[in-house]
């Protein structure tokens, strides 16, 4: 069953289509946007963090960390970051929800805070934009997970904001479940 | 020897001297700031102690903390590594106070050293060439410093007494300029190290960067362990370092020495020194500035001349004699040491910090990596952004070359950006192969080249992204993927991630997929 996937690479979104090789082989067919399929042969090593392959026979290797729809993926001396575009298409950098406890919005990562979307009291759908965060010279827009109105807003456009640090914090709305 | 040693500084450079404490089997005391819990340096340690806030204002540069730290854990000796304090004559001062051996030069030499007008005067009445200039520059009398310009002609330096890393430093083309120089260059030096304090050097350039590495112990031997070649810098930081030099003949080398032992001599130095020299196209040199401590390119001296420095240092602190047959006359091979720095190498190198989530050291003949890195490790932005030193060496100089870009290929860090496609671009430029560079050639001729159009890396990455959010197919799965980094939203996407596995972390801060979709 092929799966495709919509990945921003240096600001421009790129098309990865994996696929299983006809006639059941070990092999992935990958197609990148519109270039030629290519079969490879994916490692099997369970290793957290590496993926390696060969494209007829020549080796592939790269580290991934994964932060939600953001990939942070090197390969060699260089060093890639790769956001999924979701469904919706939404613009880039988009960083998806939190495990955040409902009520909470917590930095996903360390950067500065660009710009503030909301105040104390308004009414969010979920997925709204509520602010947009810069790091590693990359705007992400982070979202509300849930449906709910926003309680208290604790940052400002220009601060500097860790990782985990509380952003927002909002009263879910009820009976959604 | 000492019993205990407490390192008075971090990263790379407190596991380099934990290492051969170990060899000798002293302990060691670790000292770290908050930011510096998880540490290498401080889990390595015999004990530690925690001296303050990240900042190092308030944790690796409180001379009383530090003394508190030692005289809790009972350790006999300091060594101050570089940076910090270690060029602090009060520091210095108070470990003696406190009973405890300074491992570094007295001082009264680091005073006279830190002091560049005093160092400049000394060195000329020692015999040591020194920049032509003017030190008695009274920024009220500004006709005698036209004068003493004119004499001394231009391009010439305004220079801080006081100064250090390229503070306080102005070029002067003409003697039109010559005025707002000195009022720009005093008025940095009073605001950054309370001394406006200023003189006149003449600006010689193009130049190499040359400094000959001296050791000197208690009984008055003074040996020299030849130069480091220290062109390759950047904003006046090193880039690179090579021992030896391509500019440095057998005779050159032995005059250098010379003169590096009489400058140290005539400072009554004692423990590790460098000389740092400035080497015109003509085959002069001149005095720079001595440093009165280890230095972070002390690695090269290592692999040519077969030393190790830090025990030596040791040994010195403990009032050894220098062994007969230290320094030799010539090295031996060809070193080189590239450092390795937190900086993005195609976005203008800006810092990087955050999360390493997997480091790779090159290994193999002939490698040496110095580094405070490990899986984990989050890099703290208080601090410089040295990562660790990449330091090879072999039998010549294009096989020490070689060697560095086959090492730097091998180096993986993953999720921080570090400089190494700066060094791997660096290893592929015709000057720098030919070794025909001075100080300013990097940032007057290197520009950082744009990854190559054919480069398969990002093919690979997008493939690998791809198959990390959910490979089609649905193989088997397992837990593995799952493990991310503890507390942090990053999770390492390994092949059951890549299965579909969901990420998840164990506390509850961490990111997963798209909201749309939950």
């Known amino acids: 069953m092929a799966k495709r996937h919509r990945l921003l690479v240096g600001g421009e979104e790129r098309t990865v289509v994996l696929d299983s090789a006809p006639g059941g082989g070990a092999e992935t067919l990958v197609t990148i946007d519109e270039a030629e399929p290519i079969a490879i042969d994916v490692d099997a090593a369970e290793l957290p963090g590496f993926v390696a392959f060969r494209i007829g026979g020549v080796t592939r290797r790269a580290y991934v960390a994964r932060d939600g729809a953001s990939f942070d993926v090197t390969v060699g001396s260089r060093r890639f970051q790769i956001q999924q575009v ?20 917590s930095s996903p990562l360390a950067g500065v805070v660009v710009e503030v979307r909301v105040a104390p009291g308004d009414e969010l759908e979920a997925g709204t934009t509520v602010l947009v965060l810069e790091a590693m010279k ?14 208290a807003v604790h940052v400002n456009a220009r601060d500097s904001v860790e990782q985990g640090q509380l952003l927002i914090e909002y009263a879910p709305a009820e009976a959604e479940e | 020897m000492p019993k205990r040693v407490l390192l008075a500084n971090r990263g790379e450079i407190a596991l380099r001297v934990q290492r051969s404490c170990r060899e000798l089997g002293i302990e060691t005391v670790a000292v770290y700031s908050e930011a510096d819990r998880d540490a290498l340096h401080v889990r390595n340690a015999d004990a530690a102690v925690l001296i303050g806030p990240g900042p190092a204002t308030q944790s690796y ?25 270690s ?28 002091d560049k007008v005093q160092a400049r005067r000394l060195m000329e009445s020692a015999g040591v060439p020194v920049v032509p200039g003017a030190e008695d520059i009274d920024p009220q009398n500004v006709g005698h410093a036209r004068a003493e310009a004119e004499r001394i002609g231009f391009p010439l330096l305004v220079k801080a007494a006081s100064g250090g890393g390229g503070r306080g430093i102005r070029i002067v083309e003409s003697i039109d300029e010559l005025e ?33 590495q001296v050791m000197a112990d208690a009984h008055g031997n003074v040996r020299a362990f030849g130069e480091r070649e220290c062109s390759i810098q950047r904003r006046r930081q090193k880039l690179i370092e090579e021992a030896p030099s391509v500019a440095v003949d057998p005779d050159l080398r032995a005059r250098l020495c010379d003169v590096a032992v009489t400058a140290a001599r005539s400072c009554g130095y004692r423990n590790a020194g460098t000389v740092e020299f ?27 001349y077969g030393v190790d420095l830090v025990a030596l240092q040791l040994a010195i602190a403990a009032g050894e004699p220098l062994p007969e047959d230290a320094g030799l006359p010539q090295p031996h091979g060809w070193a080189i040491e590239a450092r390795i720095n937190a900086e993005n190498a195609y976005a203008n190198f800006a810092p990087s910090f955050g ?33 660790g030193k990449l330091i090879v060496w072999a039998e010549d100089r294009p096989a020490a070359i070689e060697r560095l870009r086959r090492a730097l290929q091998d180096l993986l860090v993953a999720g921080i950006d570090t400089n190494a496609p700066f060094h791997l671009a660096l290893l592929d430029h015709p000057d720098y192969v030919s070794g025909a560079v001075d100080t300013g050639w990097l940032e007057r001729e290197f520009e950082m080249p744009p990854p190559a159009e054919d480069d398969p890396s990002e093919v690979t990455a997008l493939i690998a992204a791809a198959l990390a959010s959910g490979l089609g197919g649905g193989r ?25 596995a969901r990420v998840r972390h164990a506390e509850g801060r961490g990111w997963r997929s798209g909201i749309g979709s939950s």
């Open chain 2, 180 to 212: 707002d120089a000195m009022r720009v260059s005093g008025t940095e030096a009073a605001a950054a190290f309370g001394d406006a304090t200023i003189f006149l050097e003449k600006y010689v350039s193009p130049a190499r960067h040359v400094e000959v």
């Open chain 2, 87 to 114: 060029e602090n004559p009060a520091f210095a001062e108070a470990c003696e106070a406190a009973g405890i051996t300074f491992i570094g030069p007295p001082a009264s030499a680091m005073q006279a050293m830190g």
């Open chain 2, 476 to 500: 088997g799965s397992s837990a593995n993927g799952a493990a991310g980094a503890p507390g942090r939203g990053w999770a390492l996407a390994g092949r059951s991630d890549a299965l579909g």
């Open chain 1, 138 to 151: 990359m705007q992400n827009e982070v979202l509300i997970p849930l449906e709910g109105t926003v309680t």
């Open chain 2, 355 to 387: 999360i390493v989530h997997r480091v790779e050291p090159p290994l193999g003949p002939g490698v040496r990596f110095d580094s405070m890195l490990f899986d984990g490790l989050d890099v703290p932005v208080f601090y410089d952004s040295l990562l």
């Open chain 1, 86 to 105: 979701t469904g919706s298409g939404r613009g880039r950098g988009v960083v998806g929800g939190a495990e955040d406890a409902p009520g909470e919005i």
């Open chain 2, 61 to 85: 540069l409180v001379i009383d903390n530090i003394i508190e730290a030692a005289r809790e854990t009972g350790a006999d000796a300091v060594h101050p590594g570089y940076g910090f304090l």
């Open chain 2, 278 to 304: 400035l080497l015109g196209e003509d085959g002069e040199f001149y005095f720079l500035e001595m440093n009165a401590r280890l230095q972070v390119e002390h690695p090269v001296t290592e692999f040519v």
